[in-house]
């Protein structure tokens, strides 16, 4: 059994830059994918990113490719996504999650492939 927390989400005008984090505690130590995903009102859950187990691959949709970084800190069980550039599109209920494997694989982004979740973290984009 594990746990996720998302923290980081609030208000920011277009332009500018939040960091969200994912803190993992649970009975494991193992280290796993994590995925990031989020959701507008009225609108379906879309995949983000996704950061392998050993920080050795990354992934990014389309849409955030070139202004969101995703990073982890293990020692800290912490997964970053920084964004900068926000647009007012980028505002949703941001998640993390991960199907708890060492991979990101071919379906990263795709929300009923997961295992684990967190509550989720308010990000608005908006002046």
């Known amino acids: 059994q594990l746990q996720l927390v998302e923290s980081g989400g609030g208000l920011v005008q277009p332009g500018g830059s939040l960091r969200l984090s994912c803190t993992r505690s649970?009975?494991?130590?193992?280290?796993?994918?994590i995925s990031w995903f989020r959701q507008a009102p009225g609108k379906e859950r879309e995949g983000v990113s996704c950061?392998?187990?050993?920080?050795?691959?990354?992934y990014y949709a389309d849409s955030v490719k070139g202004r969101f970084t995703i990073s982890r800190d293990n020692a800290k069980n912490t997964v970053f996504l920084q964004m900068n550039n926000l647009k007012p599109e980028d505002t949703a209920v941001y998640y993390c999650?991960?199907?708890?494997?060492?991979?990101?694989?071919?379906?990263?982004?795709?929300?009923?492939?997961?295992?684990?979740w967190g509550k989720g973290t308010l990000v608005t984009v908006s002046s």
């Open positions: 950061i392998s187990a050993s920080n050795s691959s990354t």
């Open positions: 999650a991960t199907a708890t494997s060492k991979s990101c694989g071919s379906s990263w982004y795709v929300h009923y492939g997961m295992d684990y």
């Open positions: 649970g009975s494991t130590l193992d280290y796993y994918a």
